[in-house]
């Protein structure tokens, strides 16, 4: 692990996974319920605004968790 990276905060965290499943539902509602995976969306023409507020690194920390959960699919 690398020690210049700071963890995310729990709560962080949550906020970051939250902003994942908005994002998912909203791309895949726009998409015939095809899920995109979050980190597709990033930087492109369709990233839904409730990604905006966070960094790369706590999408992919976000999604990371919500798979592990098994909220998230990797269709």
């Known amino acids: ?3 210049d990276y700071e963890r995310l905060s729990a709560e962080r965290l949550i906020d970051a996974a939250e902003a994942v499943l908005l ?3 909203e791309v895949a509602e726009l ?3 095809h899920y995109v995976d979050p ?3 990033l930087g492109s023409s ?10 790369r690194e ?6 990371a968790f919500l798979h592990r ?3 998230l699919n990797h269709d």
């Not at 369709?46 to 960094?55: H, M, N, R």
């Not at 706590?58 to 999604?63: G, K, L, P, Q, W």
């Open 31 to 33: 998409s015939s319920g």
């Open 1 to 3: 692990m690398n020690e």
């Open 69 to 71: 959960l098994g909220v």
């Open 58 to 63: 706590e999408i992919v920390e976000a999604t």
């Open 23 to 25: 994002a998912v539902a």
């Open 39 to 41: 980190m597709e969306m």
């Open 46 to 55: 369709f990233q839904p605004e409730c990604l905006c507020d966070f960094t």
